[in-house]
């Protein structure tokens, strides 16, 4: 019996897509099996209560294992009890500390040498003081695997058939070259429909100035002027007179949303818009995110019901492109009126991790190579080089994977507020750029 695997990056658009099965005539033929992880499908309430998707998962494996031995207890090193100097158990210390217990890290530790049996060439060991805007003492080291199609190829090889669908997999030719190279493009064959929602239902504007005519440069040389800040929060005055029920505004990043908002908080701005919608901002834990996404929802519907404060007619959602909501959350209807990108959301040039790829990916070399006069140093290899610098060097197919990670980030948030062919909304992308062809 032939077997269909269905996989998605969300599990939100795996239950979509069983409800949608559910649907058709093959509801009752077929026998379907919905796998996910622990956080998401885990029914024990006490280990729900833990949050974190480690700690979940780790004590799901304690259960397990005392299930199958009850004379036996696999217990996290970090997670045992603290006794503080009164001899009174301390468990939150305990808690704070789940993730770095002994199961994750034999785990990890068993995952980082299984990685040294690839090829020097297929990817790379990184070694950071800090994650991108963590904390000094999240240091780390992992594997980054920068041949994507030997992992892929373990899918390709077994399976009789493989469907990629999705709405940012052009340019289909960069998708190939990265997924399974092997192939020809003959052996490809690329399917594209038009789009089920009909024009008249979205308007896609490219803001190019403010009201005060102000050209829009969100640029990361320009965009921490206050004067860009400050008119943005004109435009957005504007902007929640009009639109009715939600708006959802995307930034490039949580500092720059923080430093936006704080300024709009002491210029008065927040104020203003306050009076015309409820605001709301994304969380950076993913716990919170659902219940900020019931309060965006609720204020909503209670301005669309009509209770409360007649002057405010919907809420706001200041969210961030790669964050938790850009991806994988449905605003229709009224959750999504108007969408706002605020300029384009690049990915930062002081990610180490993806530097490496676009090397990879662009054939990048120095002028350290094999048969070079130049004497060789040791430490050459650890001599971490200027994110632009790297772009600047990389061949062209480095430098257009950088810049459609950005565009297909853009279409993934905007996207957000088109879910089914009654559904309709605006998309104002703010940037003078987006005026541009290239």
């Known amino acids: 019996t032939p077997k269909v695997y269905f996989t998605s990056r969300t599990h939100s658009q795996v239950s979509q897509f069983v409800g949608e099965l559910k649907r058709t005539n093959f509801s009752g033929k077929l026998r379907t099996v919905c796998l996910g992880s622990r956080k998401s499908l885990c029914i024990n309430t006490d280990v729900q209560k833990l949050g974190s998707a480690t700690r979940i998962n780790e004590r799901c494996l304690e259960l397990l294992k005392n299930k199958k031995s009850s004379k036996i207890k696999v217990s996290g090193y970090a997670n045992k009890l603290f006794i503080t100097e009164n001899g009174v158990c301390n468990l939150n210390h305990g808690q704070q500390h789940g993730e770095g217990s002994s199961i994750t890290s034999f785990q990890a530790l068993t995952d980082l040498l299984r990685s040294l049996l690839y090829c020097n060439d297929d990817g790379r060991i990184i070694v950071a003081r800090h994650k991108p805007g963590g904390q000094p003492?999240?240091?780390?080291?992992?594997?980054?695997?920068?041949?994507?199609?030997k992992t892929f190829s373990e899918v390709t090889d077994d399976a009789h058939v493989v469907i990629m669908a999705g709405g940012t997999l052009?340019?289909?030719?960069?998708?190939?070259?990265?997924?399974?190279?092997g192939l020809l493009p003959s052996d490809i064959k690329f399917f594209s429909c038009n789009?089920?929602?009909?024009?008249?239902?979205?308007?896609?504007?490219?803001?190019?100035?403010?009201?005060?005519g102000k050209k829009f440069d969100f640029s990361h040389s320009s965009?921490?002027?206050?004067?860009?800040?400050?008119?943005l929060g004109r435009f957005l005055c504007n902007i929640v007179t009009i639109v009715p029920e939600g708006i959802v505004m995307f930034?490039?990043?949580?500092?720059y949303e923080k430093q936006v908002?704080?300024?709009?908080?002491?210029?008065?701005?927040?104020?203003?818009?306050?009076?015309?919608?409820?605001?709301?901002?994304?969380?950076?834990?993913?716990?919170?995110?659902?219940?900020?996404?019931?309060?965006?929802?609720?204020?909503?519907?209670?301005?669309?019901?009509g209770s409360g404060d007649t002057s405010v007619n919907g809420a706001l959602l200041l969210a961030v492109v790669g964050g938790k909501i850009s991806e994988g959350i449905n605003f229709s209807d009224g959750m999504g009126r108007c969408v706002l990108m605020v300029g384009l959301p690049y990915p930062s040039p002081d990610d180490i991790e993806l530097m490496e790829t676009i090397k990879h990916?662009?054939?990048y070399s120095t002028s350290s190579v094999i048969g070079d006069d130049k004497p060789f140093n040791g430490n050459d290899e650890c001599k971490l080089e200027p994110g632009f610098d790297v772009l600047r060097k990389s061949g062209k197919s480095g430098r257009e994977y950088?810049?459609?990670?950005c565009m297909k980030a853009v279409n993934q948030s905007i996207g957000r507020a088109i879910r089914h062919v009654n559904d309709y909304a605006a998309m104002l992308l703010v940037d003078s750029r987006y005026a541009h062809t290239s």
């Open 137 to 149: 003492e999240d240091a780390y080291i992992k594997f980054v695997m920068l041949c994507a199609e």
């Open 195 to 212: 789009h089920i929602v009909p024009p008249e239902s979205i308007l896609p504007i490219a803001v190019t100035c403010g009201p005060s």
């Open 261 to 305: 908002y704080d300024a709009w908080m002491a210029s008065g701005t927040i104020s203003k818009i306050s009076k015309k919608k409820h605001v709301f901002r994304e969380p950076r834990s993913s716990v919170d995110v659902e219940v900020i996404l019931n309060k965006y929802k609720e204020a909503i519907q209670s301005c669309s019901k």
């Open 251 to 255: 930034f490039s990043s949580y500092e």
């Open 402 to 405: 950088y810049e459609n990670l």
């Open 361 to 363: 990916i662009g054939n």
């Open 170 to 181: 052009q340019p289909i030719e960069e998708t190939r070259l990265r997924l399974f190279p």
């Open 223 to 231: 965009r921490s002027s206050l004067n860009m800040i400050e008119e």
